[in-house]
């Protein structure tokens, strides 16, 4: 370790447990019935099993992901009969999967027997929990999906679920202080690096204020550029109509359509390049249209024939539990398997211990079986008896379990892999499903008085390796208590998105997905440690001392993007294309027994889009 690792604590005592998958499932497995038992046996099913609280490298983990890749390698595996026989079973167990559980439950009574198999150590994909201890106090953090964005506009289907599992929308806004930050006068920034600008300086306040941009390291012309853009007062396009407008912005990343348009140069761009954490993309591959329906200055306004984003409007961004929308999954667990926690309520919740042994009990109907990727998903189409075998993999052993029914709700491009018999033109279909990815790492710290000192709540980084950092939304539920004082433990919210700027959208996500897997957690620490200590050191912040536990959550496959192969065109939220180029329609069809659910069956990563294509699913099948 040399001098500058020390000083940023690299050697510091804080957890960096990472060990589910490699040492503790080592340790487990060995304590495991022997291989031979055609019961399964897992980890999960040992005491003391409770991945909310591993820290270090979660999100995709070791050993989540192996088996899946090795299948698209072509490897195939000989599988024994567990005997075990369901009425559906579900693969992937995210917000979609777990809500197909409810919903099939809804419709074919409770006794319905479901199994629900995912490849990591816990449930709910995306909607992932992260546990702190410090000083005996829980800190709890969101590792994913971050919040129900304006439920108020849900479809009926994913407003009725919300309401059945308990969630009252109204609760938030006294739950969500949104005053707190406001109150200790602390303000967004932007923290220019010297790698990319030449010094590091933050500059606490918006970029649009004459006095900020005045002292930022970007020459002349760059403040000018951003002053312009900021004001967004200037009509462009405007020889266009609103539709050959539309047509164009949806063909022209939004980079592009500054420099050409906007008349943006190189300096004033290089600060707008850190704008990827919210649509995981660029801004050179990300869409005008998604840039403009986003509010981002450099339209003025401009008219495409519909309204864009009107703001928070009469929903702001508060519908946020401590853990995010883990929450929702974890309110979907216990409903269907209530043995699993204490509890009946959106406030009991928040800090109930789950009992992960009772997740897979073969005198529950539902049963969750995690560390278990499927590997085969095949439709024997026996009419009298079960009509799909599902080939699971876990401890590095092939299982069998039959099913009636079988959603799919993982991600599309593998299931060409799982299940070979589906008609060729669905499997093209379905293996051009896009994911972006994007990490979201949480930084526990002893207090946070550094952000007092210098006034800041959240800070933009152009140039970081993190492309923002901001504390911790102040939300108070059920016994939690999120900090309010300056001196207690606070968690830091930090976003990053990986991928090679000039490359299509495409090749950046791919790009992205293989420098994720190849980061290990200790180049991440040290990038964390050496960027909140340049960030925050005016205000007295010592990496080395202050921080006190890091977990990196990294999401290869993590935003569904909506994908057109025939242009190479790609879209947030695809809801302004054709119907001819909604591919991901035909992609989803049933095929047997087997139907298709999660976020790509929508190209849109949001929650509703999980539960709404999870009802769809089911009622295909139902
Ligand atoms: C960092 C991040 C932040 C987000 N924030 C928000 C937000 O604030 N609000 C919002 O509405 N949405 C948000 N989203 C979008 C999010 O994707 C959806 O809201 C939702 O959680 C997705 O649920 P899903 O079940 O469709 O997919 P996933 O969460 O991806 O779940 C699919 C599951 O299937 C598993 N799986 C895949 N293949 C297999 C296999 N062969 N065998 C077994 N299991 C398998 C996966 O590993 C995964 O666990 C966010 C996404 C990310 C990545």
Redesign the pocket.
């Known amino acids: 370790m040399n001098k500058t690792d020390r000083q940023l604590g690299m050697n510091a005592d804080i957890t960096r447990r990472d060990f589910i998958s490699g040492v503790s499932v080592a340790i487990g497995a060995s304590l495991l019935p022997a291989a031979s038992s055609a019961q399964d046996v897992g980890a999960q099913d040992l005491p003391g099993y409770y991945p909310p609280d591993l820290t270090g490298m979660r999100g ?1 983990h070791a050993g ?1 992901f192996e088996a ?1 890749h090795m299948l698209l390698d072509g490897k195939t595996w000989d599988a024994q009969d567990t005997g075990e026989e369901y009425d559906l079973i579900v ?8 809500s197909a559980a409810h919903f099939f439950r809804q419709a074919m009574g409770d006794k319905a027997r479901i199994l629900i ?4 150590d816990d ?5 992932k929990r992260n546990e702190f201890v410090i000083d005996g106090r829980l800190m709890i953090g969101y ?7 304006s439920p108020g506009g849900y479809p009926d289907v994913a407003k009725k679920l919300i309401r059945d599992l308990g969630i009252d929308t109204q609760r938030f806004y006294t739950a969500f202080d949104r005053d707190l930050y406001r109150s200790l006068g602390l303000k967004r920034g932007t923290f220019f690096n010297k790698e990319t600008f030449g010094t590091d300086h933050l500059a606490v306040g918006a970029l649009s204020d004459p006095d900020v941009l005045k002292h930022i390291p970007l020459s002349e012309e760059g403040k000018a550029d951003l002053a312009r853009f900021y004001a967004d007062d200037r009509e462009y396009l405007s020889d266009l109509s609103p539709e050959e407008r539309l047509a164009y912005l949806q063909q022209t990343d939004y980079e592009t359509y500054l420099k050409e348009h906007v008349g943006m140069g190189d300096a004033s761009l290089k600060v707008l390049r850190s704008w990827r954490g919210l649509w ?1 993309i660029g801004i050179d591959a990300m869409p005008a249209t998604t840039a403009w329906s986003s509010d981002y200055p450099g339209f003025a306004g401009m008219d495409l024939g519909f309204p864009s984003y009107q703001g928070e409007g009469d929903e702001p961004n508060i519908f946020h539990f401590p853990d ?2 883990a929450t929702v999954a974890r309110l979907l667990v216990r409903q269907m398997i209530p043995a699993v926690a204490p509890g009946d309520d959106m406030e009991d919740i928040v800090t109930a211990r789950f009992d992960y042994a009772r997740l897979d009990d073969p005198n529950s109907a539902v049963r969750i079986r995690l560390n ?4 085969r998903v095949r439709d024997v189409g026996d009419k009298l008896k079960n009509a799909v075998q599902v080939t ?1 993999l876990r401890n590095g052993e092939a299982r069998n379990v039959t099913a009636k029914n079988v959603v799919m ?3 599309h491009a ?1 299931i060409p892999h ?1 299940c070979p018999e589906m008609p060729q033109d669905q499997r093209s279909i379905l293996s051009t499903a896009l994911r972006a990815p ?3 790492t949480n930084v526990l710290i002893r207090n946070w008085t550094s952000f007092v000192k210098l006034g800041l709540r959240r800070a933009d980084c152009p140039g970081g390796y993190h492309h923002g950092v901001q504390l911790d939304y102040p939300v108070s539920l059920g016994e939690y208590r999120c900090p309010k004082s300056p001196d207690e433990p606070m968690i830091l919210h930090l976003t990053r998105v990986p991928g090679q700027p000039g490359l299509s959208a495409r090749d950046q996500f791919v790009a992205g997905q293989r420098d994720l897997l190849a980061t290990p957690f200790q180049t991440f620490e040290r990038e964390i440690r050496d960027q909140l200590g340049r960030i925050l050191s005016d205000g007295g912040f010592d990496p080395a001392r202050d921080i006190a536990g890091i977990t990196v ?1 990294r ?1 290869p ?4 993007y909506g994908y057109d192969p025939e242009t190479d065109h790609v879209a947030f939220n695809p809801s302004l294309w054709p119907m001819e180029k909604r591919h991901w329609v035909h992609g989803s069809r049933r095929f047997g027994n087997i139907s298709i ?4 069956a929508a190209s849109n ?6 539960i709404e ?1 999870a009802h769809r699913a089911v009622s295909e099948l139902t």
Request: hydrophobic share 40%; charged share 10%.
């Open positions: 995709s989540s899946a693969v992937g167990g995210g917000i979609s999967g777990l198999l995912d490849n990591h449930f709910g994909g995306h909607a590792g994913g999906t971050m919040l129900l964005e995981a995010g929308n278990s990727t499927a590997v699971y709700a993982c991600y593998m799982l994007l990490v979201y959550n999401w496959h993590g935003y569904a659910a999660a976020t790509d990563a949001m929650t509703e889009s999980a294509e």
